[in-house]
């Protein structure tokens, strides 16, 4: 059983839309969460983390995360073509991250 | 300020020969960890070091594998001999040891073995 599991996707979604990007994990200790996103031919860029349950916002991401149910997510609102890129869902335990494959986000202009 | 410095960007070359592979951290981090990521596999954690000493190396795949640690600005991955499975993208990051934690990733180095 994977740790953190991703829909690989590609979830498109138009232009101008929210994208919904969503991870679960099984770790139940987990206590640090991640989102990175990784454009093709790039390495990881962090933008968001979170540490408390419900939601977190910064811009147009919001990381919303539910440790009773074991899954955090990223919202993305008003998403813009540039946004196109692989959205890797990262949970700490111990001193490691423990990445998932990633979701292909298409934004459609 | 600078992120994370890697060095080579690419590198190509033969079956049985020697790769090293560079790392600069962020200045005042104290965690560094080497990645390899593959189409197949994903990112995998290969070693992490906390000031300097390898803490977990049981992501080093075989004892083909290597890293260093000599001082706080440097470190090395070396891969000898190299095998065409070993084609992948390393990359390494940085962090603090403590409080949040956040993983700041290098630019990675393109490996290809032929």
């Known amino acids: 059983q994977k740790e953190v599991e991703q829909n690989s996707g590609p979830l498109s979604v138009p232009e101008g839309a929210i994208a919904s990007l969503n991870c679960t994990y099984s770790d139940r200790v987990s206590q640090s969460f991640f989102w990175y996103r990784q454009y093709s031919g790039k390495s990881p860029e962090l933008i968001m983390s979170?540490?408390?349950?419900g939601d977190k916002e910064d811009g147009r991401f919001t990381a919303q995360l539910n440790k009773a149910s074991q899954y955090v997510s990223l919202l993305i609102r008003d998403s813009q073509p540039s946004d196109s890129a692989t959205y890797l869902c990262?949970?700490?335990?111990?001193?490691?991250?423990?990445f998932g494959t990633g979701t292909r986000l298409k934004v459609l202009a | 300020d600078a992120g994370v410095i890697q060095s080579p960007r690419h590198e190509v070359t033969e079956m049985g020969q020697e790769v090293t592979l560079r790392c600069k951290p962020i200045?005042?981090?104290?965690?560094l960890f080497w990645y390899r990521q593959t189409m197949m596999r994903g990112l995998e954690l290969l070693i992490y070091f906390n000031n300097n000493v390898p803490i977990d190396d049981s992501g080093m795949p075989e004892d083909r594998f290597s890293a260093k640690m000599p001082n706080a600005s440097f470190s090395t991955l070396k891969i000898q001999p190299s095998e065409p499975r070993d084609s992948a993208v390393y990359f390494c990051?940085?962090?603090?040891?403590?409080?949040?934690?956040?993983?700041?990733f290098g630019p990675g180095t393109r490996l290809t073995v032929t």
């Open positions: 990262a949970v700490m335990e111990a001193y490691k991250y423990i």
């Open positions: 979170i540490y408390s349950n």
């Open positions: 200045s005042g981090h104290n965690s």
């Open positions: 990051a940085s962090s603090l040891s403590t409080g949040a934690r956040e993983q700041y």
